[in-house]
């Protein structure tokens, strides 16, 4: 080993949580002071933003010593208002694991064993360039994430993309946002969400589709609670989910006949008078040819499609018209669609045919998943360039070179493979390499069988990970383990475009190492030290990366320091200054929309049915989704928690209306075989009378699921369809056909 070498990692090892610069306050309101660790402030806290949801709620973490020892929500944010939810409350469990990754791991005779970050490293870079060199740039890729944050996500994207020439990267966000960032781009020029929270409070219809947001986004739930206009809450959702019980409306929707529905309401909208045609004229096109596009639409076939009455339409219709703030928000249910890109836009249109936009309490407003998947979405450098830029555009190009350093030649030109063509390619044997970071694809993936083995038969698969147990970990060749929310800091990007920061309270356990100081060993162990000499911490990327927005539309060049976000209880873009002041904002306000002609546009395209069918042989329709407030996705953090774990059910369920148990002999309680036409898997089933006959749900947060869903995807946004799958349901003992 080189001296230098031996310097470097010196170095990563005595700092190995990245620069503690956490501020402590002591717990009365004291002045901030000093750097942790090292000071031993008893009974001092720091606030750092939740890692989980993207409802961006702030935690007050509690020290001692130089270790948090319990969290509580803070009381003076303007997003959570003093809640959190039990994850929040909750989330120091999964640093405490006795699972968690500690040192790199390398696989040798089928065995993961321990050896030092050099080895790791090298190995990998040496691995990565062989499989290079043999079979061109297309067989590397990367699958990243929105759970870490932005400048984790940039260094990796102009990292991997550019001088390490992986060409492939996508992330989750594709799984879950991608849908909201094509729908916004096309109908408002740009992925913008343009609302803010204090939208759910004074707003007087709130209309939620496909989104259970008592269970996936709580806190927002909580903000609705809030609201005393006395509201009417419609939920459009094939299930009669805690949010709708919760509601004013349920609208219990056909599976996947949204599309239908949008568009006889709009039909009924203009029918009664309800267009606001001084809007529509002054700020939208194409608002002609989508009201003859509706024409069809009428009653009879939107009842026909949809499962609803001609009455229940009638007054969605007449609730948004007869509001004077109306809003729509969606999440999932919209998102993962085989048309999802129409649905959202048509969702849009109602917003824009109406004025509900740019006013308090109005908007046509996708709330976000991940916590920081807003943050992916402008700088991850996979579908854009950092700072939310299209590859192609020259001066953005040099703006984003002259700020990071890297020469405009290593800057990512387009987007490559999105997440189903990079699976594609491992299963087709395309791709060679994988570097997964942040992500469980093996567990998340959608209709996965003979995923797990095509990932086990890569040349490389290389997993970045807080634990080295998680189904796609196991199957590594080379484990980098890595530090988690609560040891490292950086910036996250909430639902309504809040920036918060977050902040090292915890050091990581043995040598796992930050994101961020992995990307940094990896670009220079693989010669490029230079190219990254400016990317010395996050802080100092988080204020290269603020440049990079300057003059689009999420300019955040106003923002020079974490202190500034934490101190002001975070920042919502775009904040280019202090003309941007103010706790609350939304966008649109004046009408104005960053298209080329200022206008929003009306998209809209016919409906057509999923490629699943139903049959006599997969006669039920499997939707999936978030199954309770205590578990996230594929559960390696909140399995962690002894609380959480009391609070749902240990092993995989299905849950299934009592007419269809009862036609099928299967009891409350008992184990059935739920198979797809590609797989059988067991699970225990829960009668239920939230279901309409013949749809049968399966939350996501076991592993077996993913076998049954089905590969559809958006055309346009590539989002997968995991709402809609096919099945068949029998009591374990009867012999599958
Ligand atoms: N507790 C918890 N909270 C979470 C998460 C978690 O794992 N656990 N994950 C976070 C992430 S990343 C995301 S993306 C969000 C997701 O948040 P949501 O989208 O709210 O959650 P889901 O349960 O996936 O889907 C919402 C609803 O869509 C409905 N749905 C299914 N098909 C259709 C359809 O055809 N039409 C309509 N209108 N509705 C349909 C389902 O019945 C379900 O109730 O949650 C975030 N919050
Ligand atoms: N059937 C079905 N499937 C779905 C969905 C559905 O509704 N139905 N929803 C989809 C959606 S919306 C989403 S977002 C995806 C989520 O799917 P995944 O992203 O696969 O789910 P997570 O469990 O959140 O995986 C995050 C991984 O990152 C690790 N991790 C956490 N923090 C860090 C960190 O700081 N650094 C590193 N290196 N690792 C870290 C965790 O241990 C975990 O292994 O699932 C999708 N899959
Ligand atoms: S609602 Fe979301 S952000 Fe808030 S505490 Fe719960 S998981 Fe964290
Ligand atoms: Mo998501």
Redesign the pocket.
């Known amino acids: 080993m080189t001296g230098a070498l031996i310097q470097r990692i010196r170095r990563l090892f005595y700092d190995r949580s990245g620069p503690l610069t956490a501020e402590l306050k002591l717990s009365d309101g004291g002045p901030a002071v000093g750097r942790w660790p090292g000071h031993m402030l008893p009974d001092a806290t720091t606030d750092l933003v939740c ?1 989980f949801c993207a409802t961006g709620c702030s935690l007050t973490a509690h020290i001692r010593g130089d270790n948090a020892v319990t969290l509580s929500p803070n009381t003076q944010h303007p997003v959570n208002l003093g809640m959190a939810c039990p994850k929040g409350w909750e989330a120091l469990s999964a640093l405490d694991a006795g699972n968690r990754a500690t040192q790199p791991l390398i696989r040798r005779q089928g065995r993961l064993e321990p050896v030092e970050w050099d080895e790791a490293a090298e190995e990998m870079l040496t691995r990565m360039r062989a499989v290079q060199a043999e079979h061109g740039p297309d067989s590397c890729a990367f699958l990243s ?4 944050p932005l400048e984790e996500m940039a260094f990796l994207g102009l990292l991997a993309r550019g001088p390490l020439g992986i060409r492939h990267g996508d992330g ?2 594709r ?2 946002m991608a849908t909201a960032v094509a729908a916004y781009k096309q109908s408002f020029g740009f992925d913008a969400p343009p609302y803010t929270y204090a939208d759910f409070e004074v707003s007087d219809c709130i209309i939620l589709v496909g989104s259970n947001l008592s269970i996936a986004h709580p806190i927002m739930w909580e903000r609705i609670k809030l609201n005393r206009n006395n509201p009417d809450i419609v939920v459009i959702d094939p299930r009669f989910t805690e949010t709708a019980q919760g509601a004013t409306h349920h609208l219990q929707i056909q599976p996947k006949s949204d599309l239908t529905l949008l568009y006889g309401v709009a039909r009924q909208i203009i029918e009664i008078g309800g267009v606001d045609t001084e809007f529509v004229r002054n700020h939208t096109r194409d608002f002609e040819a989508f009201s003859e596009f509706v024409r069809p639409f009428d009653l009879a076939h939107t009842s026909a499609v949809t499962g609803l009455t001609a009455r229940e339409i009638q007054t969605l219709a007449a609730q948004i018209c007869n509001a004077k703030a109306a809003s729509l928000w969606w999440t ?1 249910g919209v ?2 669609s085989h048309e999802g890109v129409l649905v959202a836009q048509a969702i849009i249109n109602i917003a824009l045919m109406t004025g509900n936009i740019g006013r308090p309490g109005t908007g046509a407003n996708s709330i976000t ?2 916590c920081n ?1 807003m943050g992916s979405r402008l700088f991850s450098n996979t579908t854009c360039l950092a700072g939310g830029h299209p590859f192609a555009d020259p001066s953005a190009r040099a703006l984003v070179s002259q700020t990071t350093g890297l020469p405009e030649h290593l800057l990512p030109e387009s987007a490559g493979w999105a997440y189903d063509q990079i699976i594609r390619g491992v299963l087709d044997g395309q791709i060679k390499a994988l570097w997964v ?5 093996a ?4 209709q996965k069988s003979g995923l797990s083995e095509a990932l086990e038969a890569l040349d490389l698969l290389v997993v ?4 080295a147990d ?1 189904q ?2 196991e199957l590594a060749d080379i484990v ?1 383990p ?4 609560g040891e ?1 800091e950086g910036v996250f990007i909430n639902s309504e475009r809040r920036l918060g920061v977050i902040r090292a309270v915890r050091r990581a356990p043995g040598a796992a190492l930050t ?1 961020f100081r992995i990307f940094k060993l990896i670009a220079e162990q693989s010669g490029n030290a230079d190219l990254f000499s400016r990317w010395t911490d996050p802080e100092s990327a988080f204020r290269m990366l603020a440049e990079t927005t300057r003059g689009n539309v999420c300019d955040i060049s106003g923002i020079t320091s974490y202190e500034q976000i934490s101190e002001t209880g975070g920042i919502q873009w775009p904040y280019r200054g202090e003309q941007d002041n103010g706790a609350e904002r939304r966008l649109f306000s004046d009408g104005c929309f960053p298209t080329a002609d200022g206008r929003a546009r009306f998209v809209f395209g016919s409906p057509r049915a999923p490629k699943a069918q139903k049959s006599r042989s997969w006669p039920l329709t499997l939707t ?3 199954g309770t407030a205590v578990q ?6 909140t399995s962690r928690s002894a609380v959480l774990k009391k609070l749902y059910p240990e092993s995989v369920y299905i849950e299934i209306n009592a007419l269809d148990a009862a036609i099928r002999g299967i009891n409350d309680g008992s184990e059935v075989a739920v198979q797809s036409p590609d797989a059988t898997v067991r699970a225990t089933a829960h009668v239920v009378s939230t279901l309409r006959p013949g749809t049968v749900f ?1 939350p ?1 947060h076991y592993d077996e ?2 076998m049954l ?1 089905f590969a559809e995807f958006d055309p346009s946004s590539r989002q ?1 369809s ?2 809609y799958a096919v099945v068949e349901v029998r009591p374990v003992g009867t012999t599958l056909s």
């Open positions: 890692g994430t929105g759970q870490i989750n966000t799984q879950c999932m998102n993962q998943g991940q998947a970071i942040a992500t469980n694809s567990h998340s993936w959608i970045q990970d807080m634990y998680t796609t970990a980098l890595a530090a988690a929310w490292k994101d999936t989704g978030r996230w996705h594929t559960q390696t953090r399966m996501m699921t993913n869903t997968p995991y709402k």
